[in-house]
């Protein structure tokens, strides 16, 4: 079946620890993005990639980095400088960047101890 | 840059009654515009789009959407609400640009 897998589905860290995210497709999509899912304040854009090796800022990339490397994969590390990282973080990806729905992984909810 | 507005953050509603959770996008040449839904802890599931053609969209589970050029709205519809429905429902937009805009989402609460 085709999709988006993200992983862990829960993750735990200490304050002022690096953690990565995972999330692969196999859709053959261009386009991948990270989302923030903060209650009340609907989904931030973090980081969007439209074609491997190549990422651009979203809203809120500080204390965030991604990769590109391959095509089905778009990590994303929540490092230290983030001063708020305990939220719910959502993978997605589409065909191209300029047109068509964003298809969406289950989510990693990311909890700082 | 394009914004959403979701009028309303909460909408109750007993169950097999209609429902309107309303959507206002900030104006533009041409775009292309979606609904979302989302169960608790899950990620974002396509209810319907809107790219071109007839401004009344068809989607899954019963819902539809009319796309209005002039008041710059997609409001989404379902005429009877099932206890299932219950989740959290997000507008977006997106134009030629890179970028989709999220509303800040609509909690649909459907009440036995």
């Known amino acids: 079946d085709g999709g988006i897998t993200q992983s862990p589905k829960y993750l735990f860290r200490k304050e002022g620890q690096n953690v990565t995210l995972s999330c692969e497709q196999n859709l053959n999509h261009d386009a991948m993005y990270w989302y923030r899912q903060d209650p009340g304040q609907g989904l931030r854009l973090i ?3 439209q074609i491997v090796n190549d ?3 979203g ?3 500080e204390g965030y980095s991604v990769s ?3 095509k089905e994969s778009f990590p994303l590390t929540v490092t230290s400088a983030q001063k708020n990282p ?3 973080y959502l993978c997605a990806s589409s065909i191209d960047a300029h047109k068509g729905e964003q298809f969406f992984g289950p989510g990693t909810r990311l909890t700082v101890l | 840059a394009q914004s959403v507005t979701q009028l309303d953050s909460q909408v109750p509603v007993f169950e097999e009654a209609p429902v309107e959770l309303r959507c206002n ?3 533009s040449v041409s775009v292309y515009l979606f609904w979302y839904v989302q169960y608790p802890n899950q990620g974002l599931q396509l209810l319907l789009k809107y790219l071109s ?3 009344l969209v068809k989607g899954i589970n019963g819902f539809e959407a009319e796309f209005n050029k002039s008041q710059t709205s997609f409001h989404l ?3 009877s609400v099932h206890i299932s429905d219950t989740a959290e429902y997000f507008c977006a937009v997106s134009n030629t640009g890179n970028q989709f805009y999220f509303g800040t989402g609509t909690s649909l609460t459907v009440i036995p």
Do not use: H, L, V
């Open chain 1, 47 to 49: 980081y969007y990639s």
């Open chain 2, 53 to 55: 053609g007839s401004t």
């Open chain 1, 59 to 61: 809203d809120i990339a």
């Open chain 1, 68 to 70: 590109r490397e391959k």
């Open chain 2, 77 to 79: 519809r379902k005429p």
């Open chain 1, 55 to 57: 990422f651009q800022k």
């Open chain 1, 86 to 88: 305990t939220a719910f």
């Open chain 2, 25 to 27: 996008y900030s104006s």
